[in-house]
């Protein structure tokens, strides 16, 4: 997906050693390049956690914010010979200032996604590497870690469908659509990682994404007691995905 489109004013750009950042100064104005370095949270002891996936995603509290800082690596066979190295094709095609642009066009449209904070990518000739800063909401857990506690009411089987379809509906093909990238809130789901992904027209990706996040779903519960995922939580998903989000046409007279 290409970032082209209008960015607000609170959005800005920044040069920095080597490379550049992006950032949304209504929300982090007293941004600086150290925010991107795990050490420096370490070292002012305000590192809260992290989560191990691709690489580590380290949890910040700082002065009453909570962040999520993410440095971009490669997955697959890949990751042995360039691990965090992509190939450097210009600034707009960096991960990090793509998924960001991304994520902020779907925070603006009020989906629900985390705020992103803040971007930035380092050139080193021919590749570069990348981070990325969002919000930390305040959730249960992911969708693959609340299944490891218990079993999900309908009703949050049927949110979660509903939430995968408002994305759908705007063209959002998520690349990684699997149960790490679900999270779960008291009250709401959020979708996250939006590294790759790109808007399209309506298509059998909708479909591909949705097999996705089945097939991850039986790999996270494959070793956890049957009520955790069985043939009536993916078919009351689908409901919540299939329910129509047009608006509804008024009763008859
Ligand atoms: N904005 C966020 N708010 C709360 N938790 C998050 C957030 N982003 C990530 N996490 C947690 O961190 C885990 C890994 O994050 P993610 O960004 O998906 O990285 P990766 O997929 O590269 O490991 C997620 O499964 C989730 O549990
Ligand atoms: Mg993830």
């Known amino acids: 997906m290409n970032g082209r489109w209008a960015l607000g004013p609170e959005v800005k750009h920044g040069a920095l050693a080597g490379g550049a950042m992006l950032y949304d100064a209504s929300r982090v104005s007293n941004l600086s390049p150290n925010w991107f370095d795990p050490k420096y949270w370490e070292a002012r002891g305000e ?33 042995r010979v360039s691990g965090d190295r992509y190939v450097w094709q210009g600034e707009q095609s960096t991960r990090p200032f793509e998924e960001w642009q991304l994520t902020y066009r779907l925070h603006r449209a009020g ?60 063209g959002v093909c998520h690349a990684d659509l699997n149960a790490h990238n679900v999270l779960l809130s008291e009250e709401a789901v959020y979708l996250i990682d939006f590294d790759r992904c790109e808007l399209r027209r309506p298509g059998l990706w909708c479909d591909t994404n949705l097999v996705r996040l089945r097939r991850s779903l039986e790999k996270v519960t494959w070793a956890l007691p049957p009520e955790r995922f069985g043939e009536a939580d993916w078919y009351a998903l689908l409901d919540g995905y299939r329910e129509s989000s047009a608006p509804r046409a008024p009763p008859a007279p």
């Open 111 to 170: 989906l629900p996604v985390p705020a992103p904070l803040a971007a930035r990518y380092r050139h080193h000739g021919l590749t570069y590497t990348g981070d990325i800063i969002t919000e930390r909401v305040a959730v249960v857990g992911s969708l693959s870690e609340c299944l490891r506690t218990g079993a999900l009411s309908v009703l949050t089987w049927i949110a979660i469908g509903r939430c995968i379809r408002r994305f759908h509906d705007l």
């Open 47 to 79: 590192l809260d956690g992290a989560a191990r996936g691709r690489g580590t995603t380290h949890f910040v509290r700082s002065a009453g914010k909570d962040y999520v800082l993410r440095h971009y690596r490669r997955g697959g066979l890949i990751a």
